[in-house]
């Protein structure tokens, strides 16, 4: 047995090496902008730093241009360039380790160069503040997915909604039914642009209305699976087999409650347990939402700590994937850096070899491990690359938005 596990141990370790990695949601950015680091040392941020990476075999990481909702007609495309700056001061402070990739060709020369290549993708469509020339100058700016929304309804399309506030109400996020005539042409102009549309965060209604309309494979590139972990952030089968039916790809988010029911559960009755505080303090404190929020916190650690699911559910999430949609539909988006409660044993970008190892010990090939790890992704881009190509002929979009 011991033998056996060893050259387990020992095909893993050489698959892992010679696969392209990809993760297509890592919040690096956002922590950088509130406490600079030089990503060369070790902890520069908690999930992410060149060292970890590199033992971790990373390939492509999207650094998330994540814009809060806090930012919605509050300044949020100079939000998404400030990030867009950092990721670039990155890049460029470490020219041997890091390289920018747009495409699917610059992943490849990255990994032949023995680089990181470094993606971005916004999160939060509100950060192209209703502007179709905004959303070009993003592409440009080297942006090659946008989440069509973040927890926030924007005025275009529905959020699944902040399901972390003890007052959490779906039906409050749902204003367009999906999304209005407008984001249906954001849509189309990311498939024109040859820009990755991403559904994670959004509306079951707006899933809906972007299957139908896209022109593109479409992605979730942080979202895991309803079936396994019954949360608004997750997928029914209906919608993984949509999206894979499109040729477009589910990366599994790795937050414990994302990935474990028990874990899941047990946050939405502590969030019950605090409502009643929650909403007096959000009475008092209606015009100071920075005082909210520490009020908050505050509250939150009075409270029982959550548990933290067992590393081994990214394989059962991963599983799932290829069971209802294909092989070809899954991939990881962990949500590192954004997510605070990673699940143990798999708490930072130094571990993806250990999901290697564990497929291969489930008796998947190592052709199927290989596509996790990053070949779905690659050839769903490349799908969207060609969409783009198949689109040359058409002229930018120039609808103007209008409120209603
Ligand atoms: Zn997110």
């Not at 010990?361 to 769903?380: C, D, I, P, T, Y």
Request: hydrophobic share 40%; aromatic share 6%.
């Amino acid at each position: 047995m011991i033998a056996r596990a060893d050259e387990v141990a020992t095909r893993a370790k050489k698959l892992h090496a010679d696969a392209i990695v990809v993760d297509t949601h890592l919040d690096a950015p956002d922590q950088l902008a509130t406490k600079w680091a030089d990503v060369a040392t070790r902890g520069a941020t908690d999930h992410f730093d060149i060292p970890r990476a590199r033992e971790g075999g990373l390939t492509a990481p999207f650094f998330s241009i994540y814009v809060a909702a806090s930012y919605a007609d509050n300044g949020a495309a100079k939000r998404a360039l400030e990030l867009i700056d950092i990721t670039h001061r990155v890049v460029d402070g470490h020219p041997k380790d890091l390289t920018l990739a747009g495409s699917v060709a610059d992943v490849r020369a990255a990994k032949q160069a023995g680089k990181l290549a470094i993606l971005m993708g916004i999160e939060g469509g509100h950060a192209i503040e209703d502007s179709l020339a905004v959303l070009r100058e993003m592409y440009r700016a080297g942006v090659r997915y946008m989440t069509l929304t973040h927890t926030n309804t924007n005025h275009w399309a529905d959020s699944s909604g902040p399901f972390y506030e003890p007052d959490f109400d779906p039906k409050k996020s749902a204003l367009h039914d999906g999304l209005t005539a407008f984001g249906k042409d954001v849509v189309k102009e990311m498939n024109r642009l040859g820009m990755i549309v991403d559904i994670s965060h959004v509306s079951d209604a707006t899933i809906r209305d972007v299957l139908a309309i896209s022109r593109a494979p479409v992605m979730a590139s942080h979202s895991s699976c309803r079936a396994i972990s019954n949360m608004p952030r997750n997928l029914t089968d209906d919608q993984i087999k949509q999206i894979a039916a499109k040729g477009g790809v589910v990366m599994i988010n790795v937050g414990s409650g994302f990935l474990d029911q028990k874990v899941y559960d047990q946050f939405v009755a502590r969030m019950a347990k605090m409502k009643p505080e929650y909403l007096k303090l959000k009475a008092t404190y209606a015009k100071d939402p920075a005082r909210l929020r520490t009020e908050m916190q505050a509250l939150g650690k009075q409270m029982d700590k959550l548990p933290r699911a067992a590393w081994t559910k990214v394989v059962e999430h991963i599983e799932h994937v290829m069971t209802v949609g294909g092989e070809d539909a899954v991939g990881i988006g962990a949500d590192f850096d954004g997510i605070e409660d990673p699940p143990v044993g798999f708490e930072d970008v130094s571990l993806y070899p250990k999901l290697s190892e564990e497929l291969l010990r489930r008796g998947h090939s190592e052709a199927q491990v290989k596509k996790v790890l990053g070949e779905n992704f690659l050839a769903m881009f490349a799908r969207v690359e060609a969409a783009k190509a198949k689109l040359a002929g058409e002229p930018p979009l120039t609808t103007v938005y209008s409120p209603k």
